[in-house]
């Protein structure tokens, strides 16, 4: 008896794969058994998908039965013969009309791959979220600026303590950050 078991890499049980894990029974002179794991087809594109076969032994109802060193976990590789990035433009692919694809179109549609990654989707909102933050301090400290040249050191007609009296909520918010 050999216990066949499915080990995750790249592609996940559940997602890539169905996990198999199941005992193979040999009878006598039987060198070799045929394994079957479902593999999910979806349109989305990805790379290689990998994940692995482990074969062991159960010592105590397996007796005479022997595993090579190197026999005793395989790397199964998964290629996709999905269109990158989308299955949106396969007609053209396939007829060689590479120049009919619209340019934005294609790069649409490159965005949404990447953004279904989630860890892509987290580091982009990350990043859009911290330019954000930095153009709101620029936009503040530009405002500052203009508030204390315009009003405070060229002020015409008013005196700088009228000009502060009549904007102080204006002048304690921007102190306050």
């Not at 290689?48 to 397996?62: C, P, R, W």
Request: with cysteine.
């Amino acid at each position: 008896e050999v216990i066949f078991t499915t080990i995750d890499g790249t592609a996940r049980a559940g997602e890539s794969y169905t996990a198999v894990e199941t005992s193979l029974v040999f009878d006598a002179g039987e060198h070799h058994k045929e394994i079957k794991i479902p593999i999910y087809r979806d349109n989305a594109w990805n790379a290689i998908l990998e994940f692995a076969v482990q074969l062991s032994i159960d010592g105590v109802d397996s007796p005479g039965c022997h595993l090579g060193e190197h026999l005793r976990k395989a790397r199964i590789k998964v290629m996709d013969h999905s269109i990158f990035p989308s299955e949106k433009f396969v007609n053209e692919i396939m007829e060689d009309r590479i120049d009919d694809i619209p340019v934005w179109g294609l790069l649409w549609d490159f965005y949404k791959m990447n953004f279904n990654n989630p860890l892509v989707r987290r580091g982009t909102i990350k990043a859009i979220m911290v330019d954000m933050i930095h153009n709101l301090h620029f936009l503040l400290k530009l405002f500052l600026r203009v508030v204390l040249i315009d009003y405070l050191l060229f002020s015409s007609s008013e005196s700088v303590t009228e000009v502060v009296k009549a904007h102080s909520e204006v002048y304690v918010a921007l102190y306050m950050a």
